[in-house]
């Protein structure tokens, strides 16, 4: 009796740490969306998975995949020519709250009515990603990034029952425009991102090509809805407010690249003219004028042709920015100018001609603030080419 007694106690307690078990494993799935920081690297927003257990004592985790490891070997050689692997990280929500309410960014939350399937489809997913073989992976800011990779996860979790829905009011626009919604109040790294991505981005984005940017994977996932796995339903069930700050007024900065590179071609003129009635030809212009574009056209040529950067590729600001101005400069600055400055001035001249037209048809788009620079490039090219014609 008193063996039976035993069992029957064991057999309880099996029984009630299974259901706590079981009970425990009941989870609340949710898109965490992280708004821009005053940094660039911070300035398109954020994603991430939170997954929190129910229970008073149940884990509540974040899953990153915007983290990288900076103790890798050639960290910045990676970095510049897009080699480096960015990975999945896990941390407790306290914390990563706690960074953002530091930097003061706003966070909201997306709670999702996924069923127990889909959810622990997606957990055993996530869990798998962080095992160190595959917890790294190849960086790509359009195509692969924190917030793909999150919308990606999702994909494969819930399957063809998550459909995205296109809203009415979906206007185009290409990936430049899309990055320069977020760039504006940063005018030199706006000048710097167009300088160095190419033509590849000056195509109309799809509205699922849309979602590398947090805000619009955000309104995506907003208008998504479940279907095929009993009644259609969205696929949000509830939206939070995290953290939420006082949006800032971010006025252009004075010495913004519009003003700057006026005043420069100002300056330039009125040095071009005073030549032209003096017969001189003011050479230090020109030695520091292409030699800065030459070093520019150094820094396109590389990021186009030896960096695995996708959206550097087919850059047609090198017409301009060149790297055989450097070579101009040599042959400038010497006391007998070389016969071949002449012809190579002349190509220089119809290069920013050329370069004019490829922005008029949209081919490429470039920074507007590069307008009085090609009025300079076509004005000293043409005022060189001239005067040392006729000497």
């Known amino acids: 009796m008193i063996l039976n007694n035993k069992k029957l106690v064991l057999t309880i307690f099996l029984i009630t740490s299974i259901l706590s078990s079981l009970s425990a494993q009941v989870y609340e799935v949710s898109l965490l969306t992280c708004d821009p920081g005053k940094e660039l690297y911070s300035s398109f927003g954020h994603s991430a998975i939170r997954v929190r257990q129910i229970g008073s004592t149940g884990q509540d985790l974040v899953f990153n995949f915007g983290t990288f490891d900076f103790d890798t070997p050639n960290f910045y050689g990676k970095f510049v020519t897009g080699k480096l692997n960015y990975m999945l990280s896990i941390t407790t929500y306290d914390r990563f709250i706690v960074e953002y309410d530091y930097y003061k960014r706003g966070v909201r939350e997306q709670v999702l009515d996924l069923n127990s399937e889909q959810k622990d489809f997606l957990i055993q997913h996530l869990n798998a990603l962080y095992d160190p073989a595959r917890r790294f992976y190849k960086y790509d800011f359009f195509f692969n990034n924190c917030a793909t990779k999150v919308r990606d996860a999702f994909e494969i979790a819930i399957g063809k029952s998550l459909v995205w829905n296109t809203p009415s009011d979906s206007s185009e626009k290409t990936f430049r425009n899309l990055i320069d919604e977020y760039v504006y109040p940063l005018p030199w790294a706006d000048l710097g991102i167009d300088l160095a991505l190419g033509a590849v981005i000056d195509r109309n984005a799809s509205d699922r090509e849309k979602q590398f940017l947090p805000d619009y994977m955000e309104k995506a996932f907003a208008n998504a809805t479940i279907e095929g796995d009993g009644p259609t339903r969205p696929l949000v069930m509830e939206s939070r407010v995290i953290l939420s700050y006082p949006e800032t007024e971010t006025g252009m900065e004075i010495m913004n690249p519009y003003l700057v590179l006026w005043v420069v071609a100002i300056v330039i003129g009125i040095f071009t003219f005073l030549g032209k009635k003096k017969?001189?030809?003011?050479?230090?212009?020109?030695?520091?004028?292409?030699?800065?574009?030459?070093?520019?056209?150094?820094?396109?040529?590389?990021?186009?042709?030896?960096?695995?950067?996708?959206?550097?590729?087919?850059?047609?600001?090198?017409?301009?920015?060149?790297?055989?101005?450097?070579?101009?400069?040599?042959?400038?600055?010497?006391?007998?100018?070389?016969?071949?400055?002449?012809?190579?001035?002349?190509?220089?001249?119809?290069?920013?001609?050329?370069?004019?037209?490829?922005?008029?048809?949209?081919?490429?788009?470039?920074?507007?603030?590069?307008?009085?620079?090609?009025?300079?490039?076509?004005?000293?090219?043409?005022?060189?080419?001239?005067?040392?014609?006729?000497?």
């Open 279 to 391: 017969q001189r030809l003011f050479k230090g212009i020109d030695l520091g004028l292409f030699s800065i574009l030459g070093l520019l056209g150094w820094v396109v040529f590389f990021l186009w042709f030896f960096t695995d950067h996708s959206a550097t590729q087919w850059n047609w600001n090198i017409l301009w920015a060149f790297p055989g101005h450097l070579a101009l400069v040599w042959g400038l600055a010497k006391k007998q100018t070389p016969s071949w400055v002449s012809s190579y001035l002349l190509a220089t001249l119809v290069g920013a001609v050329i370069a004019l037209v490829i922005w008029i048809t949209g081919i490429q788009s470039f920074h507007p603030s590069l307008v009085p620079l090609f009025l300079v490039i076509i004005l000293r090219s043409n005022f060189l080419y001239y005067q040392l014609a006729r000497r």
